[in-house]
């Protein structure tokens, strides 16, 4: 196989990269003088359930909005209650149907959790969420890509207000007093000590000029509410990866599934020279496998690895490393396969930079 690829591949790339400035992300918007220092995400799993009004009035009274990330049997269980989530100002996302360790299921199962809790959520609201959390905060590369393939955002948390293990009301505020513009909390939406917690927390995010924001369904952090003022968009760079620079014995260019490159076997790359004001990004890939075997492309940023896109299958799709730290200035960013036993083959479309 390879000696067909290798005659596809065998004139030599050089290996300077194309150069591209990308601009610090934004600050917070000076315009909105009650959040000067950011917005963080309040976000409750495992709605709804009977005390989900209660949630939603306390969270109104405290002017308060956040993310719902409910379980899709509850929903269809509860159809008045996920309306009740709308109509009060919060977001809602995708909990898995029956809410199992979705790691111990096959890739078929995975897809059905996800997708009949997509189909309930929007025959009541009508629309899809956006963001999908995994039970137990359970993941793995399986489930990423299924997770990717239904357009969805895998949103974990920064902070965990422990309310699952039996924190009290002031333990669970003083968890929130931890987290800084950006951050995820997880909390629940049936417990009473969770409740009680609500306006203390309303209270002490003011004090610290701190607004509860929506979640990024692009870099899974939390942002300015969609309805109120906005954070200028973070600046975005994308780079074709045929417009990269190829190197290893048999990357060669592709015209499908897309237009892209194909990398064939270990250390076959694709490289490019960035320009960065600041030192943390997010990096999103769009790619396939060649077939049903898990494809596996490692990005390395100055020489160094900073993580792993895993790719299920032949249909695209894109799968994004959130904030990932590097260094600043004129940086080499590789894509590189290092894993490749001889059963698949990575197709690249674009990386992201934003």
């Not at 719902?68 to 109509?87: D, K, P, W, Y």
């Not at 045929?242 to 076959?268: C, H, R, W």
């Not at 390395?300 to 260094?327: C, M």
């Not at 001889?342 to 990386?351: C, E, N, P």
């Amino acid at each position: 196989m390879f000696k067909s690829k290798l005659m596809k591949a065998a004139m030599s790339f050089a290996l300077l990269g194309t150069l591209i400035a990308i601009p610090p992300i934004s600050p917070v918007s000076a315009a909105d003088a009650s959040c000067p220092n950011g917005y963080v995400a309040l976000t409750f799993d495992d709605g709804p359930t009977n005390n989900t009004n209660n949630i939603l009035n306390a969270l109104k009274q405290a002017g308060l909005r956040a993310t719902m990330f409910n379980i899709g049997q509850n929903s269809q269980n509860n159809q008045s209650l996920v309306r009740a989530q709308v109509s009060a100002g919060m977001w809602i996302g995708n909990h898995s149907y029956t809410h199992p360790d979705m790691t111990k299921l096959n890739s078929s199962q995975m897809a059905s959790e996800i997708s009949r809790t997509q189909d309930t959520i929007r025959s009541i609201t009508g629309s899809s969420p956006k963001l999908f959390r995994p039970p137990y905060g359970a993941t793995n590369a399986t489930l990423k890509s299924v997770i990717s393939q239904n357009g969805l955002r895998e949103v974990l948390w920064n902070v965990d207000s422990q309310d699952w293990n039996g924190a009290s009301a002031s333990q669970i505020v003083a968890a929130v007093n931890r987290m800084a513009s950006g951050d995820v909390i997880l909390m629940h939406d049936q417990y009473q000590t969770t409740l009680q917690a609500i306006p203390q927390i309303a209270q002490n995010l003011k004090n610290r000029g701190l607004c509860a924001g929506m979640i990024s369904p692009s870099t899974g952090r939390a942002v300015a509410p969609d309805g109120g003022t906005t954070n200028p968009p973070a600046a975005s760079v994308k780079v074709e990866a045929e417009n990269m620079t190829k190197s290893g014995q048999y990357a060669s260019n592709i015209s499908s599934p897309f237009n892209g490159v194909a990398l064939y076997a270990n250390n076959d790359a694709v490289r490019t020279t960035t320009n960065f004001t600041s030192g943390t990004h997010s990096f999103a890939l769009r790619a396939a496998s060649s077939n049903a075997n898990m494809a596996r492309v490692e990005l390395r940023i100055g020489g160094q690895t900073k993580g792993t896109f895993y790719y299920g299958g032949s249909s695209p799709a894109v799968y994004t490393l959130n904030n990932i730290s590097h260094g600043t200035g004129n940086q080499v960013i590789e894509l590189i396969v290092t894993a490749d036993d001889g059963t698949w083959d990575a197709y690249l479309d674009y990386l992201e930079i934003s």
